[in-house]
């Protein structure tokens, strides 16, 4: 084996001789002086390609360089020199293979994190989810979604179920959904209605791009015409309420065993049959609802000397309870209760009822009657 030590003082030696500095000596092999400097050290050996000229700039044959010494024709051991070009060519591939599998590294490292940096910005805060819903003593919805993704926007609106308490043809309703932009709508859905799904590709964008997604954050409305039993026109438009309930822009997820079914709700499964089993055992009785014809409704009735009591429990659990001439109608979703007198509203807000309502006679005793039935469900 060539012994680089051997080999630098070899060539320092020859350098020198001539008179040659590293810096001349690695010009004339087109070379840098640090790489000179290296192999007088002892720490590499010149490429194969450079035995050559590297022999001729000091005044050697090649097997003198391959030898680290200087021998006469006579001398030369065949065997040895075989030996010794055998090691060199061996040693310059492995220097080659280091070199090129380096290299190989560098670049497979490189090409994984421009795929990494890649994935990053195209998929980073890419699915966003909106809950969408609707805040009216009416109307409600359930399963409104809007989901904005790389590969499909999705609008969804699923039942728009009455919540009033007059009775309507909910077969013909005319439904408009849209979104304003100034002066201008952007029109999702104009027609009779029907549960709303629609889904769009990516790229297409004639419903659903950037513009639209910010604009039904605070803009998005419903227009609903219908017709009570008694054929009269009735038309409302109110806001729908859009938050963003989902979007993938954390860097690190956390696990979260929380599982909801059915968020719009106020009520889970257990908590209804035990309203259910309560209102039973108080003297309701299950009937069929003659307004809402939802197979996953179901409708409780109790009368007394003076009140009629009715409970609806869906998603939602309304209390319903009419005394003579004065009515009140309670949703324990949204917390909200309306007061009737005479089939005309006097009020629509918030429990506690803080309302100029004391000139009724009836008004007390079905708040008194309200927070009573309220007790028997919740606690």
């Known amino acids: 084996m060539i012994k680089y030590l051997k080999f630098g003082n070899f060539i320092t030696e020859l350098r020198t001789s001539k008179n040659l500095t590293q810096i001349q000596l690695a010009k004339k092999l087109h070379i840098s002086n640090k790489t000179v400097s290296k192999w007088e050290n002892g720490r590499g050996m010149p490429d194969v390609s450079l035995l050559l000229p590297l022999s001729e700039a000091l005044g050697v044959s090649v097997t003198e360089l391959l030898m680290s010494e200087k021998i006469e024709s006579e001398n030369i051991n065949k065997s040895k020199v075989e030996k010794m070009t055998i090691t060199t060519l061996e040693e310059s591939k492995k220097k080659y293979t280091g070199k090129f599998h380096k290299l190989l590294t560098i670049f497979i490292v490189a090409i994984i994190f421009l795929i990494l940096i890649f994935y990053f910005f195209t998929t980073f805060n890419s699915v966003r989810l909106y809950r969408i819903r609707l805040n009216d003593e009416d109307f409600e919805i359930t399963n409104g979604t809007f989901m904005r993704t790389m590969v499909k926007n999705v609008f969804e609106l699923g039942e728009i179920k009455y919540i009033g308490d007059e009775e309507i043809d909910s077969n013909n309703m005319y439904v408009r959904i849209y979104a304003k932009d100034n002066d201008n709508e952007i029109v999702i859905f104009d027609g009779l209605y029907t549960p709303i799904y629609i889904h769009e590709g990516f790229g297409y964008e004639e419903y659903f791009n950037d513009r639209f997604e910010d604009l039904i954050q605070n803009n998005l409305y419903i227009e609903i015409h219908y017709k009570t039993i008694d054929g009269e026109e009735r038309e409302k438009v109110s806001k729908l ?91 324990m979703a949204s917390q909200k209760a309306r007061v009737f007198v005479d089939s005309q509203m006097i009020y629509n807000g918030t429990i506690p009822i803080n309302c100029d309502c004391q000139f009724n006679k009836n008004f007390s005793l079905i708040n008194d009657k309200l927070n009573t039935m309220l007790d028997l469900l919740i606690n």
């Open 241 to 331: 309420l859009v938050s963003l309930d989902f979007a993938n822009n954390k860097l690190f997820n956390q696990k979260d065993d929380r599982i909801e079914i059915n968020n719009d709700s106020k009520t889970s499964f257990n908590e209804t049959d035990e309203m259910i089993d309560k209102l039973l055992a108080n003297g309701f009785m299950e009937v069929e609802d003659e307004i809402n014809d939802d197979s996953l409704s179901k409708t409780y009735v109790k009368e007394d000397d003076v009140c009629r009591y009715k409970i609806q429990i869906s998603d939602d659990v309304r209390i319903i309870i009419g005394c003579n001439d004065a009515k009140i109608i309670f949703s």
